[in-house]
């Protein structure tokens, strides 16, 4: 067992020191948070205080199967009642994978204000590289903290307009602030010719799919998300909110001549409404010796297009997808948005949800959506989708519909499970002749996925983890504003992990517990 502990405190962030000092919440009061290291088949026990003054919070650890461990999936709501400040609780769960993945606060839109961290599940051993160089977390950053941003998103929605950009991006937690030069570049130093390096990128950002890119060195793509996939080569990697990929480079001779070398984090454009207009970001690498001053290196060109990868994520453990199964019983799921315009007070609504039904309001008759710390209802809208046993197979299209007024790109994220990505497109999918371009044999499988703006996604999964599952858009605001559904699988099974027959009961004392803040 491998145990930690953690506290979330209140604290004021100046990553770039851009003289910002917004409020921020931080797990041991570290940005960017700590990180858990294990090996593949330990038990993890991480125990958690609320140290905030005005706010309940959990952590959800990102990817992790919680294998009949659903009621440690750490979603308040959900899983189980927010932990109120003054309390403490203990996480224990399983690693039945390995691999890079982050852990985040599931708490209203918090992880947009720090409360994040990195995890590394060390596996079987590999002659692939020679040095890993640990997570690095990137993320789009706000000089407002998210409540505030939140407000403005919705306000802007309300005019199907651009949220607002966000004002500089955190590599590592780090940035040189794009106005005034303050602040540092994240450094990776001491590079060695010949050896081959292990760098674990994740995008644990709000808002902003990222592109990544090192100078000179192409990424050699080992991972998607905590799934190991045949090595492809890319000189850009597009990493949706909530992605992982771990790329493997190699340090040259040559290289080492030049010695420094930028680092590339750019937002991802093509995948964003228009005018949301973000600031880059760079980092260094440097060589053992490199001289002083900053990189004079060239970018390789940047793609124009914001597509996931798929045909390259091919898992080194083969599965099929029954395709007579998927044909018969695959179910729609529908990303709809709605402005129903102020609630009682004076708040802008903006409603996302699935199937007109958003997870935590009345789609036709919103009262409040948004209250500040304190007296937060949960949700009374559960949106539950229930999937009758175990051992048999979900199958979905996530479809958000040609005509949406915010036709933009979604990352979907499963807890409890990775998904089979069998194809994506464009449009609406049709019985008759989108099927002939999915991929059954061996699909990309994964816990977070693209949907295609205007698109369609197709998705399977096996049913053999009892539990509660959100799947949800990773977009802060969206999630926050409803688009999110729970499988409730195996319900009936020996092995649901929250609790007997009474559970829709204490559910829905859950949902409208009152978090009351002192
Ligand atoms: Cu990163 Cu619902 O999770």
């Given amino acids: 067992t491998v145990s930690y502990s953690f506290e979330l405190v209140n604290s004021t962030c100046d990553p770039d020191g851009s003289g910002s000092s917004r409020p921020c919440q931080l797990f041991n009061g570290q940005l960017p948070g700590p990180t858990v290291r294990a090996n593949w088949g330990d038990t993890i026990s991480v125990t958690l205080t609320n140290k905030l003054t005005t706010n309940g919070t959990g952590i959800h650890w990102h990817g992790i199967r919680q294998l009949n461990t659903g009621d440690q999936d750490g979603v308040p709501g959900i899983t189980e009642c927010p932990l109120a400040p003054g309390q403490s609780k203990t996480y224990t769960w399983l690693a039945t994978q390995f691999g890079t993945t982050w852990f985040h606060s599931h708490f209203s839109a918090q992880y947009g204000d720090g409360a994040t961290g990195q995890i590394i599940i060390d596996g079987p051993a590999s002659s692939n590289y020679d040095i890993d160089l640990g997570a690095m977390p990137l993320t789009d950053w706000y000089y407002q903290d998210s409540w505030v941003v939140g407000l403005q998103a919705h306000a802007s929605l309300q005019a199907f307009a651009a949220p607002p950009p966000a004002d500089t991006i955190l590599i590592n937690g780090t940035n040189m602030s794009p106005n005034n030069q303050t602040g540092a570049y994240s450094k990776t130093t001491g590079l060695v010719a010949g050896k081959k390096y292990r760098l674990r990128l994740i995008n644990i950002s709000v808002d902003n799919p990222l592109r990544v890119s090192l100078d000179g060195h192409p990424f050699t793509v080992i991972t998607s998300d905590l799934v190991p996939i045949k090595p492809w080569t890319t000189n850009w990697i597009l990493i949706a909110i909530g992605q992982r990929y771990d790329v493997i480079f190699t340090a040259t001779a040559a290289n080492a001549k030049v010695g420094n070398f930028w680092l590339r984090v750019h937002y991802a454009a093509q995948c964003l409404s228009s005018g949301n207009n973000n600031p880059n970001a760079l980092g260094i690498f440097s060589y053992a010796n490199a001289p002083s001053g900053n990189p004079a290196s060239t970018a390789y060109t940047e793609p124009a297009d914001c597509i996931e990868p798929l045909s390259n994520l091919v898992p080194w453990v083969s599965n099929t997808v029954n395709s007579t199964a998927f044909l018969n019983q695959v179910g729609n799921l529908e990303v709809d948005i ?131 599952w959100l799947m949800h858009c990773h977009i802060a605001w969206h999630v926050s504003d409803g688009l999110a559904v729970q499988f409730l699988e195996g319900k009936s099974s020996s092995k649901f992990p929250l609790g007997d027959s009474s559970w829709d009961a204490n559910c829905k004392s859950w949902n409208t517990f009152d978090a009351t803040m002192p």
């Fill in 338 to 468: 709605s402005v129903p315009g102020l609630d009682g007070n004076g708040q802008n609504i903006v409603i996302w949800g699935v199937n007109l039904s958003a997870i935590d309001v009345n789609w036709d008759k919103p009262t409040t959506q948004y209250v500040k710390d304190g007296n937060t209802s949960y949700p009374t809208n559960l949106n539950l989708i229930e999937l009758p046993t175990e051992g048999i197979w979900s199958y979905w299209i996530i479809q958000e519909p040609s005509n949406s007024p915010v036709p933009i790109p979604h990352p979907i994220h499963l807890h409890g499970h990775d998904f089979y990505v069998l194809g994506t497109g464009s449009g609406i999918f049709d019985k008759n002749t989108s099927p002939s371009t999915l991929k059954y044999t061996n699909p990309p499988r994964r816990d977070t996925a693209f949907l295609p703006g205007g698109g369609w996604l197709a998705l399977a999964f096996p049913t053999d983890n009892p539990g509660a």
